[in-house]
Structures are given as structure tokens and as C-alpha cells.
């Protein structure tokens, strides 16, 4: 299946992009691929907190980074994120990951605490974990760390990414959310496929997909309040299309 089988399938109110980079020293050439529909930048939900950690590593003691970074990644805990976000600062770690990355994101507009506002393309999600999972391949202890929390994200967090890559030893990490002045749910996906020496393969898929049913919206704000779990309403959603897009970004890389 195609890009644009997938997008014709969907709502036109829907907003969808993926995207993929595959590259690496002494392997074949650099391949890129992205597609977007809809709106053209997204918020990023929870899709950054392995870069917010990588970055935070050099800025905050040891033990207590892994405190907060390890259950940030693994669990996608909002609190610790939230320690790190505002205990580095949202400007430092932002500046931070574009001088490292070359991929400058801006503060959210309104509330700077709020970390899962920054708004994003999937093509910069992908450049930027490139040259993540290259500096873990070269042997950043902080980046091969939290790489290595990645591939602990369960299954229940991961929306069948390591499925639609073809291996359990993906890492990954997720972000969904659907904010109250949104009538969409936002659920995106970063997976790793396990490297080939210093080649490295990076696949987003990011979605925003109509959610107006009153009482769903209801049922989903009521259980985020009472800290429950929603992923399976992400699941229901956006699960077939996650999947379908990374897929078809991986076949679209001619990766193997």
C-alpha cells in the first residue's frame, strides 16, 4: 500500500505525516523520504522526550538525571518530564538539541511548561533522532542509554511499532494526547529499527485524526483527569494508520 492509498482513506479533516531517514558511514547513500497531509506542523504529544533526556544528561547530576529520564522515556512519565523540562529550562534544552541536531523547534505559544506543544514536522522528528542514533552508535553514553530505555517501551505503549518494522528489538517511543481545545486525538510514533554497524534508520509517523463524538470526548477528558490509561482510544483511532505509514515510509527506504 502507498502513501496515497492511505491518506485517501482518511477523513478530510485529518492531518497525517511520516517520514524516514536512513544513513550511515561506509553503508549506501543517504536515503530520505516524507509525505504530509493536512496541516503542515503538529504538536509533538510525548514524541520528544528521548531528546529531551539525551540533551538533559550534560546539565543535571547523574542520579538524578536517570530519575527522571529512565520513567520520562519508559513509561512516558508527564511528571518526571516535566522535571527535567523545567529544572534545565524549555529554552536550554531546546537550544541545546539544536545545536547538536541542527533542528531548531520553538517554545509552545502560551504556557512554556507545557513540553508536548512544541510544534513539529516528522521530517525534523527524523533528522533529529538521526543524528541521536548516530551518536549512540559512535558511542555516546548518554544517547546509548536512553536508546536502550527506548527499547524497554512496552508493547502497550509502542501501537504495534515494532510489528510494523519487523523487529522486537525496535526502539521506540510514542506520544498521543487529545488536548480539550482540539477535536482530534494527536498519536504519533519514533521507531529505531536495530542498527547495521554505523548505519541508522529512523522512522516517524504522526497523526491528528478526528475525534468529535461528544461523548467519547467526554469519556477520554474524564479518564486523563483521573489519571487513567487512554491509549487503547488511541489504538482504536490511529493504530491501522501508525502502522500503515511506517510501513510504507520503511518500503519507501527500501529497507530490509
Not at 509552545?108 to 541521536?132: I, L, Q
Not at 536512553?146 to 510514542?174: D, H, I, Y
Amino acid at each position: 500500500m502507498g502513501f496515497n492509498e492511505l491518506i485517501d482513506r482518511l477523513d478530510h479533516s485529518a492531518s497525517v505525516q511520516a517520514a524516514g531517514i536512513s544513513r550511515g558511514y561506509g553503508g549506501p547513500p543517504l536515503r530520505e523520504v516524507s509525505v504530509t497531509a493536512g496541516l503542515t506542523r503538529l504538536r509533538c504529544a510525548s514524541l520528544l522526550k528521548p531528546l529531551y533526556a539525551w540533551v538533559s544528561a550534560a546539565r543535571v547530576p547523574g542520579a538524578r538525571w536517570r530519575d527522571l529520564a529512565e520513567p520520562a522515556v519508559v513509561v512516558s512519565s508527564n511528571a518526571d518530564t516535566i522535571g527535567l523540562w523545567l529544572g534545565v529550562g524549555p529554552r536550554v534544552i531546546l537550544d541545546d538539541l539544536c545545536e547538536r541536531t541542527g533542528v531548531r523547534w520553538a517554545l509552545p505559544n502560551g504556557d512554556p511548561s507545557r513540553f508536548g506543544s512544541v510544534e513539529v514536522t516528522a521530517a525534523e522528528v527524523a533528522a533529529a533522532y538521526a543524528v541521536f542514533a548516530q551518536a549512540a552508535a559512535a558511542g555516546d553514553p548518554a544517547a546509548c542509554e536512553v536508546l536502550g530505555w527506548m527499547r524497554q517501551v512496552s508493547a502497550s505503549q509502542a501501537f504495534g511499532a515494532r510489528e510494523a518494522t519487523g523487529s522486537p528489538e525496535t526502539a521506540v517511543k510514542c506520544g498521543w494526547y487529545g488536548a480539550p481545545d482540539e477535536t482530534t486525538l494527536r498519536t504519533h510514533v519514533v521507531a529505531l529499527p536495530p542498527r547495521t554497524g554505523a548505519k541508522a534508520t529512523v522512522i516517524v509517523a504522526m497523526t491528528a485524526l478526528p475525534y468529535t463524538g461528544a461523548r467519547d470526548r467526554e469519556t477520554y477528558r474524564t479518564k486523563v483527569t483521573q489519571g487513567l490509561s487512554v491509549e487503547d482510544e488511541h489504538e482504536k483511532v490511529a493504530g491501522e494508520v501508525l502502522r500503515g505509514l511506517m510501513s510504507t515510509t520503511l518500503a519507501e527506504l527500501g529497507h530490509r
